[in-house]
């Protein structure tokens, strides 16, 4: 059996509790090491054998998991954040079921949700927006045109930009031909939730400058919309007075102040 395990954005302890006993469990752990924090192959069992899966190709991450498979024993394949994100898990599980390796995914904290924390933010304010949307610039990867950041840009709701802090001016760019002004909140995260975490706050006008500025090309989110201000949105209806739920009779008093 393969266990694909979300590592978590970068502190060791948040994986999760399924996450680590997997890990505690493993015969063989094959980690991403650009981006997984070394530190949790210490809840590795003794003997366990440890693979950088930076240094190996696609067929080297199948082969060691066959040979593990063929011992009877177990691998834990470990991504960061979420797994469901940008892991290149498919391309991987496809082989697993063309071998008769079963599989199964135990997702992890995406750094996008590590990010959000790093800043105390919610992403989806009422009447501001209610939408995510995850993506990122072109680069080797290539993204359908249908997907152009312009195009998401258009519609005002809150980006997180993956993989493309290298290339923040042509972003802003993109960001700003689909309509956000400069002046947009935006934020820049790195290394969300590891010691050396770095967050900035500015304006799609200014995101290239900052990033330059504190030198962060790499292992970082940028985030746009303004959600990012925090503010100018309405109360929820969820927690709202006058508000009738299947849990809470409401009251008439209207309680919808603007913060
Ligand atoms: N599956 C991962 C994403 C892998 S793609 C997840 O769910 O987070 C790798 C990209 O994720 C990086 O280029 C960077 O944009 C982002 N990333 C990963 N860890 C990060 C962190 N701790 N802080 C900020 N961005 C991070």
């Not at 498919?90 to 750094?111: H, K």
């Not at 840009?153 to 309509?179: K, P």
């Not at 820049?188 to 939730?193: D, H």
Request: proline share 3%; with cysteine.
């Amino acid at each position: 059996m393969v266990h694909i395990v979300g590592a978590g954005p970068g502190a060791p302890d948040l994986i999760t509790v399924r996450g680590k006993e997997l890990i505690s469990q493993a015969d063989t752990i094959i980690y991403a090491g650009s981006l997984v924090n070394p530190a949790l192959l210490e809840y590795r069992k003794e003997g366990c054998r440890v693979l950088n899966s930076a240094y190996m190709t696609l067929d080297q991450v199948v082969e060691a998991v066959r040979e593990t498979e063929a011992e009877g024993k177990m691998t834990v394949r470990l991504h960061t954040g979420d797994p469901c994100i940008y892991g290149a898990i498919r391309e991987q599980m496809d082989e697993f079921d063309r071998l008769g390796i079963s599989c199964q995914v135990c997702p992890g904290v995406s750094s996008f949700c590590g990010a959000a924390a790093a800043l105390n933010m919610e992403y989806t304010l009422p009447e501001i927006s209610q939408s995510v949307v995850i993506t990122r610039m072109a680069r080797r990867t290539p993204v359908p045109e249908r997907e152009s950041i312009a195009s998401f840009a258009a519609h005002g709701a809150t980006m997180v930009l993956f993989l493309s802090s290298g290339m923040v001016a042509e972003l802003a760019a993109e960001l700003m031909r689909g309509g956000y002004g400069a002046d947009t909140p935006a934020a820049i995260v790195y290394r969300a939730t590891w010691d050396d975490e770095k967050k900035v706050v500015c304006t799609v006008g200014t995101l290239a400058e900052r990033a330059a500025g504190e030198q962060i090309r790499k292992t970082a989110l940028i985030i746009v919309g303004n959600a990012v201000s925090q503010s100018g949105y309405a109360l929820s209806k969820l927690y709202d007075s006058g508000f009738t739920t299947e849990y809470r009779q409401g009251s008439d008093t209207e309680g919808k102040e603007r913060k």
